[in-house]
């Protein structure tokens, strides 16, 4: 790749009409680069090939880094890396890079060789030396910073579970990337706990913890959000994003401008280069003070406000409009309420398929960006390249070294509780609702499974356990270390009254209490465990001490019940005691609903079926439905009973501008029993503390009175833990890949 | 940028109005075909992953035509969106088992790469068999992505048959993918190539020994630590040899602390510190 030294966009400067200084001599405006002496700026070789905002494969040889001194558009540019390297060095590209707090040393993500991994890699600026960090060769290291304690933290695909598999994001296929450390000097490489999906571009805050943005995947939830974390990867905690916060679908490459006030790229999750809208985010209270806009206090994803920056650019995948461009990343230079920044632009559409059919590649360059004005200067634009990730070239302080304690007691194990569940921002419970926490591992198609779970859109779900609640609300337990979980509140009839709407995962050895259930972000929490009812008893064991492999369970009873694979613990049910009404003659009468597809006028009738894949004589044969219509497959191939208590596949009506007529009834509200039809008609028993078939949820007559035989507790335990779980048709215990012998 | 506005003006037909991007929804064949034609890999996947629940005729076969696409994320994609629709999939498979019996070079990359990203489990035998077939590398290349995406042991006498091939990128790919094998219990046939004659081979033959922690590899990766002429292979086998821990290394190991290459020091170092 031939790097032009420098070609700058001296005519754009004057079209932009940009007049804020640079730090040019001459200019009496000293500027907000003015106490600058030199940039580093990472060159890559142009490309279209990382549209989602999770890739962080693609490979071009040809990436340097280069430092520019004086930081403005007439300035030496001076290559830093990696020619000195040699020979290996010849084809690397680099992904991404970060400065020392004493400008001494960069930690840079770089592949040698087209078949080969991202490794991390640190040059010594005062040697020109470069040597690579002991990261293991299989796999890959991206977006390193340094962080107090001479520890560097960076997203990997390296998987902290011995002969485990890492996560793959069921819907996009890619395997994702997790947080982890290492030493300055090579030692303690240590693996951080999983999310279930992706986790991307951690930066560093002024009170030392981590912020990085997280692909948040429960349900319809689908979004890639802010989330904090310690740099010992422990008390992760939402930030920005969720709770009707977000501006876009992806909010990426967050920068601390203030303490708790971010500059960040909004954009779509595919298709923009990684490259969006700018948008500055207020995670608490907004104060002012000697010119500095900051937002620490108070800090709460609820609260949390956004401005855009750049409000012509798209933060969708539309295309974006000529000298609108996009923006691929920011660097604030101060923190003024419209801050000055460093930013990488470029022009045009910046939207792969329009690029790719025009023969083009994004032109990012190095400009200063004017927000109170819109405007841009340019610094640097190498057309050949391009020029990213701006940082000044200086010493920073670093923020407070934050540790938290691992107690080796646990083993692999973590420890997760509440001081007080009924503490939520998001429900009033009413006192004494809550029997107990229902604890969920997530897992997704890493362990096999070629399909989707189900119609619903949730992941694969397995419990781990039932944390019960004491009297003063709180509640412990232990569960499998570095696994992604989430928490459910239910009622002593198992029902799930509130879903903790986010993947946690906790460390190994690590013991998290939170305040309550989604408590007021802005609250301390105080452990006193002489106070605390939970701390006066063991914790629960919620399959703690299981390897994956054998947290699952072949047994449905309430106790036993981890997984609830459709064919078999919910199947069986319905062949049993439901099909002698509910099977293929409908004998129950229930008229049918037609689904219509509006611009063909073709439509096609199901009707309520409880049939599975088994043959029940004079009942069921076994077939399954055939549910495509309007250009749609709503149904996955999956059974009439599933399809009947689930529902068709809803994304896949909305997308067909679908019609539904008749008698289509939703009969089963995924994570949300209580309130499914299907459960109310049925009129489920009490599970805890005791299973009791005299006490039911509901003060109408259950449905089975007077037809038959009625659900044991245990099937209706399992009935409404696999609603509550998602409602999906696979789980662990019916994996298809399981059917697979290694042969 | 006037080049940039009239390549633009020439490719808006492509333009059809990309929505907020949620994978499964909002897919279309038009769009499917805009991306096509685009020749963007990247939108192509992006719309394949869009239209995960499409199931309209022409759908079927664009992303059909995509199986045989020149990039394996294309063929990936499409693999994929055919995994989700059972008995598309099995049509599909059916037909590609035959193609692994009789294909060419190109056939049988093409129904591998399916086969395997689709997680059709029953291809195992079908793959050894063609594996022992005389097949150019790319479709080799393509039975080993196949059988590492599986992560089955059934796959495991693929990726031994390939070992031998004359391309060192498939005998790579080979050693690399004997790694990902799930309940893979040790590396034995990966410790032969570490005296291969490519040192990309060398290289992640050391790789995967040091992940399996196989001690039948410390002798080779101890003689390569120091003598191999490539620094990537020294480093590799520097990281694998602090992976296993023998005691025995540590001559090894602490010869190579001293390598002039900065890829191999600290590694070698940090390795030195976990022998037992």
Redesign the interface.
């Known amino acids: 790749m031939k790097h032009g030294m420098k070609s700058i966009a001296i005519a754009l400067a004057a079209l932009m009409g940009g007049t804020a200084g640079v730090g040019c001599s001459g200019d009496e405006n000293p500027g907000p680069l003015s106490n600058v002496d030199a940039l580093i700026i990472l060159q890559r070789a142009k490309r279209?090939?990382?549209?989602?905002v999770f890739e962080y494969t693609s490979y071009l040889p040809g990436a340097r880094l280069v430092k520019l001194s004086p930081p403005s558009a007439d300035g030496t540019l001076t290559p830093i890396c990696c020619d000195q390297?040699g020979p290996?060095f010849r084809n690397i590209d680099i992904s991404s890079y970060d400065i020392s707090f004493d400008a001494k040393q960069i930690v840079f993500s770089g592949k040698?060789?087209e078949?080969?991994h991202y490794g991390l890699?640190l040059l010594n600026l005062e040697t020109n030396?470069?040597?690579?960090?002991?990261?293991?060769?299989?796999r890959d290291y991206i977006s390193p910073i340094f962080v107090p304690g001479d520890f560097i933290f960076f997203m990997t695909n390296a998987v902290v579970e011995v002969?485990g598999?890492q996560h793959e994001d069921e819907?996009?296929?890619r395997t994702t990337t997790q947080v982890g450390r290492i030493k300055t000097?090579?030692?303690m490489?240590e693996l951080g706990p999983r999310h279930l999906s992706h986790r991307v571009y951690p930066s560093l805050t002024s009170d030392g913890r981590v912020i990085m943005t997280q692909w948040n995947h429960l349900g319809g939830d689908?979004a890639a959000e802010l989330m904090y974390m310690d740099p010992d990867m422990m008390n992760l905690r939402e930030a920005f994003g969720r709770e009707g916060t977000g501006a876009a679908?992806?909010t990426i490459k967050p920068i601390e401008i203030s303490p708790g006030r971010f500059v960040a790229i909004a954009t779509?999750?595919?298709?923009?280069v990684q490259a969006g809208s700018l948008i500055d985010i207020r995670l608490g209270t907004v104060v002012e003070k000697d010119g500095v806009v900051s937002a620490y206090e108070r800090q709460a994803e609820a609260r949390a406000t956004y401005q855009r920056l750049s409000p012509d650019v798209p933060v969708?995948?539309?295309?974006s409009a000529?000298?609108v461009g996009r923006f691929y990343d920011a660097y604030p230079l101060n923190a003024k309420d419209k801050p000055d920044l460093l930013v990488s632009w470029a022009?045009?559409?910046v939207?792969?398929?329009?690029?790719?059919?025009?023969?083009?590649s994004a032109n990012f360059g190095i400009y200063l960006y004017d927000s109170e004005r819109q405007t841009r200067l340019p610094i640097l634009d190498d057309p050949m390249m391009w020029d990213i990730f701006p940082r000044p070239l200086r010493t920073r302080t670093a923020p407070p070294f934050i540790g938290s304690a691992i107690d080796p007691s646990l083993g692999l194990a973590a420890e997760i509780g509440s001081l007080n569940v009924y503490d939520s921002t998001m429900k009033d419970f009413a006192p004494g609702s809550i029997y107990g926490v229902r604890i969920v591992e997530g897992y997704s198609s890493e362990e096999?499974?070629?399909?989707?779970f189900g119609v619903t859109?949730f992941e694969g779900q397995s419990v781990m356990g039932i944390a019960p609640v004491l009297a003063d609300g709180s509640w412990r337990a232990r569960v499998p270390g570095n696994v992604p979980l989430h928490l459910q509140a239910i009622d002593k009839f198992g029902m799930n009254l509130m879903s903790e709407p986010v993947w946690f995962s906790a460390r190994v050895g690590e013991a998290r209490m939170c305040g309550g259930c989604h408590e007021d972000r802005t609250k301390a929490v105080v452990v006193d465990p002489g106070q605390i009812a939970a701390f006066s008893r063991p914790p629960v064991n919620a399959r703690a001490d299981k390897a994956r492999s054998d947290r699952n369970s072949d047994i449905f009873t309430r106790d036993e019940l981890a997984g609830v694979p459709w064919d078999r613990a919910i199947q069986p049910v319905f062949n049993a005691k439901c099909v002698s009404c509910h099977g293929q003659d409908n004998t129950a009468g229930i008229a049918p609903y037609t689904i219509t597809d509006p611009v063909t006028g073709e439509s096609i009738t199901l009707a309520f079926n409880l049939c599975g894949r088994d043959v029940v004589a004079g009942k069921c044969d076994g077939s399954i439905p055939n549910a495509?219509i309007g250009?749609?497959?709503l149904g996955?191939?999956l059974t009439y009973s599933y399809l009947s208590v689930m529902g068709l596949?809803r994304?896949?009506v909305?997308?067909g501008g679908l019609v539904m007529g008749g008698n289509y009834r939703t009969y089963a509200n995924p994570e949300n029993s209580r309130d499914s039809f299907m459960i109310r008609l049925l009129n489920p028993v009490q599970q805890w503390p005791t299973q009791n078939p005299n006490i039911r949820a509901f003060t109408t007559a259950p449905h089975m009175q007077g037809k038959g035989v009625d659900l044991t507790p245990d099937e209706f335990n399992a009935l409404v833990t696999s609603i509550d779980l998602g409602g999906q048709y696979y789980s662990r215990e019916n994996n298809?890949?399981l059917?697979?012998?290694?042969? | 940028?006037k080049n940039?506005?009239l390549?633009?003006a020439?490719?808006a037909f492509?333009?059809l109005?990309?929505?907020?991007?949620?994978?499964?929804?909002?897919?279309s064949?038009d769009k499917i075909h805009?991306?096509i034609?685009?020749?963007?890999?990247?939108?192509i996947?992006?719309e394949i992953?869009r239209a995960?629940?499409?199931?309209?005729t022409e759908?079927v076969d664009l992303v059909a035509t995509l199986t045989a696409h020149d990039r394996v994320e294309v063929r990936?994609?499409a693999a994929?969106w055919f995994?989700?629709?059972?008995?598309l999939h099995k049509a599909m498979a059916d037909q590609f088992l035959v193609v692994l019996a009789s294909g060419d070079t190109i056939a049988v990359r093409n129904a591998a790469d399916f086969l395997g990203r689709?997680?059709?489990?029953?291809a195992?035998p079908a793959l050894r068999a063609a594996a022992k077939r005389e097949l150019g590398p790319e479709a080799r290349l393509a039975m080993v992505r196949a059988v590492k995406h599986?992560?089955?042991?059934?796959g495991n006498e693929v990726l031994t048959a390939v070992m031998t091939d004359k391309d060192a990128?498939v005998r790579?790919?080979a050693a690399?993918a004997w790694?990902?094998i799930?309940?893979q219990e040790n590396a034995a046939p990966v410790v032969a190539l570490l005296g291969d004659a490519s040192p990309?081979v060398r290289?992640?033959a050391?790789?995967?020994i040091g992940?399996l922690r196989d001690r039948a590899g410390v002798a080779g990766l101890e003689a390569l630590v120091v003598n191999d002429p490539d620094?990537?292979v020294r480093?590799?086998a520097?990281?694998a040899l602090?992976e296993i821990g023998a005691a025995s290394s540590s001559v090894a190991l602490g010869k190579a602390s001293g390598d002039a290459?900065?890829?191999?020091?600290?590694?070698a170092?940090?390795?030195l510190?976990k022998l037992h």
Not at chain 1, 316 to 319: D, E, H
Not at chain 2, 37 to 43: H, L, Y
């Open positions: 279209n090939e990382t549209g989602d390297g290996d040698l060789a078949m080969g890699f030396a470069i040597d690579e960090l002991p990261t293991d060769p299989g002969g598999f819907y996009e296929r000097d090579g030692s490489h689908n679908n992806s779509a999750r595919d298709r923009t969708t995948n539309n295309p000529d000298t022009n045009g559409p939207e792969s398929q329009i690029l790719e059919a025009a023969n083009l096999g499974f070629g399909e989707t859109m495509n250009g749609q497959d996955n191939e596949d994304e896949a909305a997308t298809p890949s059917e697979q012998d290694d042969n | 940028m940039l506005s390549k633009l020439a490719v492509v333009a109005g990309a929505t907020s991007a949620v994978a499964g929804v909002g897919g064949a805009a991306a034609n685009s020749r963007s890999v990247d939108a996947v992006a992953e995960e629940n499409l199931a309209c759908c990936e994609v994929w995994a989700k629709r059972r008995s689709s997680s059709t489990f029953r195992l599986m992560h089955l042991r059934g990128r790579a790919a690399n790694r990902e799930r309940k990309l290289a992640e050391a790789t995967t992940g620094a990537t480093r590799n520097a990281w602090g290459s900065g890829l191999v020091r600290m590694t170092k940090v390795s510190g």
